[in-house]
């Protein structure tokens, strides 16, 4: 036989630089102080000073189809991911299948001799495919990343978070002082060392999402007490002082307006003192937050200049992918997701916790107020694509290598499809046009190169359609129409929506040329344009396959569930990491649980089944002096305890948890019980139970947890003893 040269590594040519992508939650166009905002964000400050800020840069709105088009440089649509996982449907481009036909920026430079690793919050797999059965093929390493540390779902507990390493659910690192944040940046500088001594050669990507800024606000005291009193004066004061701001630093022009605020939210001085307090304190921790997320992030810049790299490492920071979130209602929520369902605590209950917020007992998330006053100078925020307060978010590029003009400012429209042309016309390597066989969708995006050593280049990004929720707007050469869609409030997320046909809809139009803010609306005297804009916003439309347009909110097709219409279930230990929705469907109905269990002669302890944390759900636990437990916590609406009064004894047991539903309706009461070997250890009643779900990132586990405890015992919480196995039946 005749030798051959053998396998290889693919390569990359000699100047292709590092790429690292870090992108935030939940952050509005005004909140970093680099471009107004009234939170310190160093990380932002440095880059601002040795790259470019960008002050026209655009998101999609809302969380998952901003990742798709980051990673894709196609539009939301075309990957179709048009809308958040959690309101994913059968219809085109709503599905949340990411399509091979559009692969991502990691497939492309892994095929390109680069490393590839993806930290922190993930939000592009559906539901049913995040089970350990798989499949994993839109998993972070299933869409070309070698390496994977992070979390599947919308959010996360920041203290006990839901994990995975690769496909594997795993526990954070043991330790009272930890945070998520901390831990993502220690594991990016950790993963970058590694790689450039194992294989310096080779160029990396590396793109690091934390759960950070989005709901729950969790964040060390020390940087919420940083913040205190600052806010006093109330959100449309301090929406002023934005604008001030952002005047003085050239990042809105000196003749910009401040629109005003909705008609929905209610100003300032309207609160009572107690709103104001509790208000006050959200926005506190909510700034320390942000500042805390923005500290670690400089730790990755530092850890970058010390090896060397941060030179030829084209680093992009994209500052919230979607404008600050409304979604905490009205008044906001120490535990928002009871909120969110229509089960809202009182104002007492908040002010009698006001000191946990931000702690590890509180699930928070700020007024809409607030929310609103983070997207100066614009109107409305996340959800809200029609208008900028919903699309706008500050960035900020550095690669000093290819990059001249430091502390300079663009003005150019950008759009987040715009990055993976970037990328790929820096590392010289032409968008390919089949990937793995599969003939790939044109990138949407196009390249900001082009602006990197020149201010004023005419912008080549000029035309952009943007559709969520019904909300939609077209960009176009300098103007944009705009048609805000009213079946629900951007601070209404969980409750029904209302009809709102979509040709009730009125448009507005835009000259962004002349109006940075949307402030003026020129729909009555330029007819024509505007009528122009809609034309062309049919034609994108059509080009996405949207058309009819639809709400996803009010479209909720039904969609794969690994429960289906199951009534009986039977679990092993090992069962964990199950997608709540994909657990049995316990919502509005009556059920048995059993646990079949065999107490060794030195006891047992741990948890046997729980779904959901510590601000919602049930677990079913053997507590650390043997006894057993029952928690159920439907937020802040009630808790019920039941719990045996002696440690079980040696040999084979079955527990029984029995939920008799009231009936008459979702979210309605029921009584709960917990049995012993047939016997009644307990009954209780709760009120309400939750009308949707108890979380969207927390799971259903057998055996132990993987997220936040239910109940009080500690994390993971493993059972020991034997545990055949846990049944359900439900009625």
């Known amino acids: ?114 490393s590839t690793a993806c930290f922190g919050k993930w939000h592009l797999a559906p539901a049913w495919e995040t089970s350990q059965i798989g499949p994993f093929d839109r998993w972070p390493t299933g869409r070309g990343f070698d390496t994977f540390y992070g979390f599947l779902g919308g959010e996360t507990h920041q203290y006990e978070p839901t994990l995975y390493s690769g496909t594997t659910p795993v526990h954070r690192p043991e330790g009272d002082d930890y945070h998520l944040t901390e831990d993502l940046v220690d594991r990016s500088i950790d993963w970058i060392r590694m790689q450039n001594a194992v294989a310096p050669e080779r160029p990396f990507l590396m793109y690091l999402a934390p759960g950070a800024t989005h709901a729950p606000l969790h964040v060390p005291e020390e940087f919420s007490a940083k913040y205190r009193g600052r806010f006093a004066q109330g959100w449309d004061a301090v929406r002023e002082e934005i604008l001030a701001r952002q005047k003085d630093l050239g990042i809105a022009p000196p003749d910009t307006v401040l629109t005003p605020r909705p008609d929905e939210l209610p100003a300032w001085e309207t609160l009572s003192d107690g709103e104001k307090q509790v208000a006050q304190r959200m926005m506190e921790v909510y700034a320390g937050f942000l500042e805390h997320t923005d500290v670690q992030i400089a730790r990755l810049i530092a ?40 089960m809202p605590e009182p104002l007492e209950t908040q002010l009698e916790r006001l000191d946990e917020i931000g702690g590890k007992k509180s699930y928070p998330q700020y007024p809409a107020g607030w929310a609103w006053a983070m997207t100066s100078p614009f109107q409305w925020v996340k959800q809200v694509a029609s208008h900028f307060g919903g699309t706008r978010n500050a960035m900020v590029v550095t690669w000093p290598a290819g990059i001249e003009d430091a502390g300079g400012l663009r003005t150019q ?89 979509f040709e009730d809809d009125i448009w507005e139009l835009y000259d962004t040329t002349r109006d940075f803010s949307q402030a003026h609306d020129l729909a009555a005297t330029e007819p024509d344009k505007l009528a122009e804009l809609q034309q062309l916003f049919t034609a994108e439309a059509a080009r996405v396959e949207i058309l009819p347009l639809r709400d996803a909110r009010t479209n909720r097709t039904l969609m794969p569930n690994l429960a ?43 948890v046997l089944a729980t779904m959901g944390g510590n601000t919602g759900g049930w677990a079913l636990f053997v507590t650390l002096d043997g006894r057993p437990e029952l928690v159920y916590r439907a937020f802040e609406a009630g808790t019920v305890h039941l719990a045996g009064e002696h ?33 009644e250890l307990g009954s209780g009643r709760t009120e309400r139970t939750p009308p949707g779900f108890f979380s969207i990132d927390e799971t259903f586990d057998i055996g132990e947890t993987t997220g936040s405890p239910v109940g009080n015992y500690p994390h993971v919480y493993p059972f020991e003893g034997g545990l055949d196995r846990v049944e359900f039946s439900l009625h």
């Open 303 to 342: 850890a970058l200049e010390e090896s060397g790299q941060y030179d030829n490492t084209l680093f992009v920071y994209v500052v919230g992918d979607n404008g600050s979130s409304a979604e905490g209602g009205l008044a906001g929520s120490i535990n928002y997701f009871g909120a969110l369902q229509g």
């Open 413 to 501: 429209f950008g759009h987040v499809n715009d990055i993976v042309p970037t990328i790929l016309e820096v590392a010289g390597i032409e968008a390919p046009t089949v990937v793995d066989g599969v003939e790939q969708a044109p990138m949407d995006g196009t390249s900001l190169v082009y602006s990197f050593a020149d201010a004023d280049a005419p912008e080549r990004h000029t035309t952009q359609y943007f559709e969520v929720f019904g909300h939609r707007s077209i960009y176009h050469q300098g103007w944009i129409a705009s048609a805000f869609h009213r079946a629900g409030m951007p601070w209404t997320v969980g409750l029904p929506p209302v009809d709102a046909p």
């Open 647 to 679: 440690p079980l004894t040696a040999g084979g047991r079955v527990l029984e948890v029995n939920l008799a539903y009231d009936g008459g309706g979702i979210g309605k009461g029921a009584t709960i019980t917990l049995s012993l070997d047939g016997v």
């Open 1 to 114: 036989m005749t030798p051959t040269d053998g396998p290889g590594l693919s390569t990359a040519s000699d100047s292709a630089p590092n790429v690292v992508l870090v992108l935030l939650d939940d952050v509005g166009f005004g909140a970093s102080a680099s471009f107004g905002g009234p939170v310190e964000t160093p990380a932002v400050a440095k880059m601002a000073a040795d790259g470019l800020r960008y002050n026209r840069f655009h998101t999609t709105a809302i969380c998952s189809p901003t990742r798709a088009s980051l990673l894709t440089g196609r539009d939301p649509h075309v990957t179709g991911v048009g809308t958040v996982m959690n309101s994913a449907n059968k219809h085109p481009g709503y599905d949340g299948i990411m399509r091979d036909s559009t692969a991502t920026i990691a497939t492309v430079l892994k095929k390109n001799g680069y």
């Open 564 to 606: 289906g219409d199951r009534t009986e279930f039977t679990y092993h230990r090992g069962a964990i990491g199950i997608p709540e929705t994909n657990g049995p469907s316990l919502r509005g109905r009556s059920w048995t649980m059993r646990a079949y269990i065999d107490v060794p002669e030195q006891g047992s302890r741990g």
